[in-house]
C-alpha cells in the first residue's frame, strides 16, 4: 500500500486573530454557526448616576400642568402658623390668599393674576382690588410677600437649564413624605430668579411642602378640583396698595398745647 503525505501549509497570524480563529474553529467542530460577540461592558462598570435636577425637573413639569384649590399652612419661627389658599384655575388665571400677608402680618391679603393685570385685594374685610402690576409680573418689593412665586413663576425657573442652579436631594421636611430637593441659586446671579430652599413635590405633581425664607409651607388635605377661572375679592378700585412691612406707630396727638407746669417762688 503506498503511503499519502499530508502537507501542512503555515499561517502566520497575530494573536487576536489567531483567537478569533480557534474560536471558530471550534464553533464549526462542534456544528455551530457564527461567533457570537460577547456582551458590551461599559467602560468604566460603574451605573449613571441619577441627576438630582432632571428629577426635580421631571415632578415641576407635572405641576405646570396641573389645575387646582390647595390649602397650606405657613410656619414663621416665632409666630403663628398662618394659612395659605392656593387657586390655580383652568384658564391659568390664579390666585393666591395670604394670611397675614400684609402689613406686619396684621391684614390679610390676596395676590390675584388675571388677563388685565395683578391684582391685589384686602381680604376679610374685602375693600376692592389694586392693580399692582402687569399679567405676571413681578410686584413692587414693597408690598410683595413673594409666596405667590412659589406656585407660579418658580415653576419656568425650575424647569429652564440655562438658569445656573445647584440642586441636591434633601431630607424629607416635617409633614411629608414626599421626594426633596435642596435648590440654590448660582453665586454669579446679581438678582437670583429663585430663593434658595428645599421644595418637595409629591407624584401628582403638587408642592407638598417648602422650606424658604419667609418659613415653611406644608400642605393640609387632598387639592379641590379648579375652578373655569379665579373670581377678585372684591371690585376694581384706585387706591394706594397694602405695603408688606408693619405701620408706623401712630404719632402722639398734638391737638392740645402743653402747659408748663408754674413754679411758686416764697418771698
Same mark, same amino acid.
Do not use: H
Given at each position: 500500500?503506498?503511503?499519502?503525505?499530508?502537507?501542512?501549509? !503555515?499561517?502566520?497570524?497575530?494573536?487576536?486573530?489567531?483567537?478569533?480563529?480557534?474560536?471558530?474553529?471550534?464553533?464549526?467542530?462542534?456544528?455551530?454557526?457564527?461567533?457570537?460577540?460577547?456582551? #458590551?461592558?461599559?467602560?468604566?462598570?460603574? $451605573?449613571?448616576?441619577?441627576?438630582?435636577?432632571?428629577?426635580?425637573?421631571?415632578?415641576?413639569?407635572?405641576? /405646570?400642568?396641573?389645575?387646582?384649590? !390647595?390649602?397650606?399652612?405657613?410656619?414663621?419661627?416665632?409666630?403663628?402658623?398662618?394659612? *395659605?389658599? *392656593?387657586?390655580?384655575?383652568?384658564?391659568?388665571?390664579?390666585?393666591?390668599?395670604?394670611?397675614?400677608?400684609? %402689613?406686619?402680618?396684621?391684614?390679610?391679603?390676596?395676590?390675584?393674576?388675571?388677563?388685565?393685570?395683578?391684582?391685589?385685594?384686602?381680604?376679610?374685610? #374685602?375693600?376692592?382690588?389694586?392693580? *399692582?402690576?402687569?399679567?405676571? /409680573?413681578?410686584?413692587?418689593? #414693597?408690598?410683595?410677600?413673594?409666596?405667590?412665586?412659589?406656585?407660579?413663576?418658580?415653576?419656568?425657573?425650575?424647569?429652564?437649564?440655562?438658569? $445656573? %442652579?445647584?440642586?441636591?436631594?434633601?431630607? $424629607?421636611?416635617?409633614?411629608?413624605?414626599?421626594?426633596?430637593?435642596? *435648590?440654590?441659586?448660582?453665586?454669579?446671579?446679581?438678582?437670583?430668579?429663585?430663593?434658595?430652599?428645599?421644595?418637595?413635590?409629591?407624584?401628582?405633581?403638587? %408642592?407638598? !411642602?417648602? /422650606?424658604?425664607?419667609?418659613?415653611?409651607?406644608?400642605?393640609?388635605?387632598?387639592?379641590?378640583?379648579? $375652578?373655569?377661572?379665579?373670581? %377678585?375679592?372684591?371690585?376694581?378700585?384706585?387706591?394706594?396698595?397694602?405695603?408688606?412691612? !408693619?405701620?408706623?406707630?401712630?404719632?402722639?396727638?398734638? #391737638?392740645?398745647?402743653?402747659?408748663?407746669?408754674?413754679?411758686?417762688?416764697?418771698?
Amino acid at each position: 500500500m503506498r503511503s499519502r503525505r499530508v502537507g501542512v501549509t !503555515a499561517v502566520t497570524v497575530t494573536t487576536g486573530t489567531a483567537l478569533a480563529v480557534i474560536t471558530g474553529l471550534l464553533l464549526a467542530a462542534c456544528g455551530g454557526g457564527a461567533p457570537v460577540d460577547p456582551p #458590551s461592558v461599559p467602560a468604566t462598570g460603574v $451605573p449613571a448616576q441619577p441627576d438630582p435636577r432632571g428629577m426635580l425637573a421631571a415632578r415641576v413639569a407635572v405641576a /405646570k400642568d396641573q389645575r387646582y384649590i !390647595a390649602a397650606y399652612t405657613l410656619v414663621v419661627q416665632g409666630k403663628a402658623p398662618r394659612s *395659605v389658599l *392656593v387657586t390655580v384655575a383652568i384658564d391659568r388665571t390664579w390666585r393666591v390668599d395670604i394670611q397675614g400677608g400684609a %402689613l406686619g402680618g396684621t391684614a390679610d391679603v390676596a395676590i390675584a393674576n388675571r388677563p388685565e393685570g395683578v391684582y391685589q385685594c384686602p381680604i376679610n374685610p #374685602s375693600n376692592g382690588c389694586v392693580k *399692582v402690576a402687569a399679567s405676571n /409680573k413681578k410686584l413692587p418689593v #414693597s408690598i410683595d410677600p413673594r409666596l405667590q412665586y412659589v406656585f407660579i413663576a418658580w415653576l419656568d425657573v425650575l424647569l429652564d437649564r440655562q438658569v $445656573p %442652579l445647584a440642586v441636591a436631594p434633601a431630607d $424629607p421636611l416635617a409633614g411629608t413624605s414626599a421626594p426633596c430637593f435642596a *435648590v440654590e441659586p448660582g453665586v454669579t446671579a446679581v438678582q437670583p430668579p429663585i430663593d434658595a430652599g428645599v421644595f418637595c413635590y409629591n407624584d401628582r405633581g403638587i %408642592l407638598a !411642602a417648602a /422650606k424658604i425664607p419667609m418659613g415653611q409651607l406644608t400642605l393640609t388635605g387632598d387639592p379641590a378640583p379648579a $375652578p373655569e377661572t379665579i373670581s %377678585l375679592p372684591g371690585p376694581v378700585i384706585t387706591a394706594a396698595p397694602l405695603g408688606t412691612s !408693619a405701620p408706623p406707630p401712630p404719632k402722639p396727638s398734638s #391737638s392740645s398745647p402743653s402747659v408748663a407746669p408754674s413754679i411758686s417762688r416764697s418771698r
